[in-house]
């Protein structure tokens, strides 16, 4: 069985009747690039760059990011590396942030929340990312928004940081910057954040949790905990829906894109590309080359 994936590798992922489909990986450090490569996937569709932030004691400099970032995409080679800015708090915690204790860390500070309220956190990322998007085929992705303001604020944001290193001749480009659809609340609005972003990928992971109000940690919940729910499958539905009236292409990162029973589900709703992780890859194209 793993024979007949391994041939798979360097095949399309293309259904019986000529339907198109990305996959792209999954990955949380630079080491698991070589995993990307090796499983063939066309990308890099969700990096989660708080392997950066998280076990040390301090933030991490601008040029350790950038020089991050570059090595990824150099590896990468002109195929797209989607990094997704910082989504710290909540499940992942840094000390040196002093975030403090909360209530309900999932419903808390956390993510783009901290990025828009502790700005030069997020210009450092962000300057590293513009730098790093000179070498190679970089996306920014914004995780946990609710509003267009937010996505407007980041949008200022990102315009100083293109100022200050226009002024200071540092190289960079302006990538294409989408953001993560993860809250109810950015479903129902999706038609209005369409029109302001390149593309939407949906974390199924954090929308589950969030639409149907359970922990996902909580493994006394295991039993309720169920992304199948119609409610989920509807709003990814809406938001495929949504992007593609505004010719934005849409996409799922969290782990309901491996999901090998909705492969072909997915494929009918249109959406343009499934993220998942190195070692689910071959599974997903494999589904993708058996449809009608
Ligand atoms: C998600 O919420 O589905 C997601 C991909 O992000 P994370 O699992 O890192 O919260
Ligand atoms: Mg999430």
Sequence with gaps: ?????????????????????????????????????????GGIGLFRSEFLYLGRNDFPTEEEQFQAYRQVVQTMAGKKVIIRTLDIGADKQV????????????????????????????????????RAAAYGNLSIMYPMIISTEEVRQIYSIVDEVECELN????????????????????????DELAE???????????????????????????????????????????????????GKWAGICGELGADLELTQEFVRMGLDELSVAPSMVLKVRKNVREME
């Design 95 to 130: 000390d040196y942030l002093n975030l403090g204790r909360e209530d309900n860390p999932a419903m808390g500070y956390r993510a783009i929340r901290i990025c828009l309220k502790q700005k030069d956190i997020f210009k450092t990322q962000l300057r590293a990312l513009l």
């Design 1 to 41: 069985k793993t024979e007949l994936l391994q041939t798979l590798k360097g095949k399309e992922n293309v259904t019986r009747s000529g339907k198109k489909i990305h996959i792209y990986a999954n990955i949380g450090s630079v080491g698991d690039v070589g995993y990307v490569l090796e499983n063939d996937a």
């Design 167 to 190: 002024d200071a001749g540092i190289p960079y480009k302006i990538p294409e910057q989408g953001i993560m659809i993860e809250t109810p609340a950015s479903v129902m609005i999706s």
């Design 196 to 246: 302001m972003v390149d593309f939407f990928s949906i974390g199924t992971n954090d929308l589950t949790q969030y639409t149907l109000a359970i922990d996902r940690q909580n493994e006394k919940l295991d039993d309720f905990y169920n992304p199948h729910h119609k409610a989920i499958l509807r709003m990814i539905k809406l938001v495929v829906d949504n992007a593609h009236k505004h």
